[in-house]
């Protein structure tokens, strides 16, 4: 069907397998992340949007084009369509509760000489997740503290969006409790942007999680979560010894809420903080 | 089974917030607007838990009623949520310092509410 001139039915006709595989192909060798068997649903999702930009017919045609041309900026785009994730204020309340309750407490304790926190953000997306632990940081009085929150992702796009920490409605309306968004944003028009007092406390960087961090340690907590489901069982556990290096002795590394790890027990010990899952660097 | 309260003058918007609720385990009651809420809260008194409440309804909206439920209750004792189309900074601020517990833009979804009652503590 095409609709003023744009072919609006690609998600219709099944992607071939040669093309899936490709596809695969080019997401895996960009950015290490395993799409598997069973993502054709996800690829038609993620990529239809781009087949209706370029006025092509099908995610076939899409994939005739990038082995043709080879256009980096149309393979940028699908890798960053089929890589980014879903991230929102706040989200799995239950981490910012034991950072609040345990992990802050202590060291306030510990670093009160020198007062310097360091955290890492390590697939920011948009941001909302380091504007979370920069509003919480705050909320915890540590106005004053010199607090870096280093906030990475592998996307330009995203992390372009994330410096200008300019927000949708819909997008603060979740999970974010309406006295943080009344203390914290300045809304203009349909958009709410984050003051400078959360904005200054996060830097955000592109980086790739397959090369190696650590230089940019040592961090108190390092949140790399709803990323590592992605990769696959050796990158994971590549990345995981390589998050331990950044992390300082005791420092915390959260994953996703339904992500586990394994074999890690040299150089994590999994602690289990109310309801969130905590691995704390030996 | 702790009960709550669904104020807003349009009867869809009631539908889809009371069922969140009864799946969340609360026993729902309805009102149209401030005044039959009031009437509500009057009849089951400490028995509700949680109100949500629209802002603009006739005859009394819902600024005025969480002003008037905050006269006999506390944020512990009675939790009120406003879930409006009022999104103006001035208005949210003016609905905490009356003593609301959360704020929930409209148009909102199913998750929205209930991970905002979630961080709110509020639970039946």
């Keep these: 069907m095409t609709v003023g001139g744009w072919n609006v039915s690609s998600s219709s006709i099944a992607i071939q397998s040669e093309n899936y595989r490709f596809l695969q192909e080019q997401v895996y060798s960009h950015t290490g992340i395993v799409l598997e068997d069973d993502k054709q649903y996800l690829f038609e999702c993620r990529l239809a949007p781009i087949v209706s930009q370029l006025g092509l017919g099908s995610i076939n045609d899409l994939c005739a084009l990038l082995r043709e041309s080879r256009e980096a ?3 940028c785009q699908v890798v960053e369509a089929m890589t980014t994730n879903e991230t ?6 239950a981490h910012y509760d034991a950072i609040r309750s345990v992990l802050l407490p202590r060291l306030k304790q510990e670093r009160r000489d ?4 360091r955290f890492w953000s390590a697939a920011a997306s948009t941001g909302q997740e380091a504007y979370s632990l920069s509003m919480a940081l705050l909320e915890e009085g540590l106005s004053d503290w010199n607090i870096q929150i280093l906030a990475t992702d592998i996307s330009s796009r995203v992390l372009d969006r994330a410096r200008g920490a300019c927000f949708q409605q819909i997008e603060v309306n979740r999970g974010l409790p309406a006295a943080l968004l009344v203390k914290y944003f300045n809304r203009s028009g349909l958009v709410w942007q984050l003051s400078e007092a959360v904005r200054r406390l996060v830097h955000f960087e592109k980086l790739d999680l397959r090369q190696s961090m650590a230089a940019l340690g040592p961090f108190d907590l390092v949140f790399c979560r709803n990323v590592m489901i992605y990769f696959d069982a050796e990158t994971k556990q590549k990345i995981l010894k390589e998050l331990h290096v950044t992390l300082s002795s005791g420092g ?4 996703g809420g339904s992500e586990t790890a394994f074999d890690i027990e040299e150089w994590f010990e999994r602690q289990t903080i109310g309801n969130a899952i905590v691995y704390v660097a030996r | 089974m702790a009960k709550a309260l669904v104020v807003d003058d349009s009867r869809a918007v009631r539908m889809i917030i009371a069922k969140t609720l009864r799946d969340l385990g609360y026993e729902v009651r309805e009102a149209a607007n401030g005044r039959e809420a009031l009437e509500v809260i009057a009849v089951e008194k ?4 949680l109100v949500l409440a629209d802002w603009n309804m006739p005859e009394i909206d819902g600024l005025e009623l969480l002003k008037q439920l905050r006269r ?12 409006t189309t009022e999104t103006g900074m001035g208005r949210m601020a003016a609905a905490l310092a009356a003593g609301a517990n959360e704020y929930v833009m409209k148009p909102f979804t199913r998750d929205i509410l209930v991970e905002k009652l979630q961080l709110a503590g509020i639970r039946p």
Excluded: H, N
């Design chain 2, 46 to 49: 400490t028995a509700v838990k």
């Design chain 1, 114 to 117: 020198t007062r310097k926190l």
């Design chain 1, 88 to 93: 929102y204020f706040f989200r799995d309340p």
């Design chain 2, 72 to 83: 006999i209750s506390t944020p512990d004792s009675l939790a009120v949520v406003m879930v």
């Design chain 1, 73 to 75: 900026e149309v393979g």
């Design chain 1, 252 to 255: 915390w590394l959260m994953l």
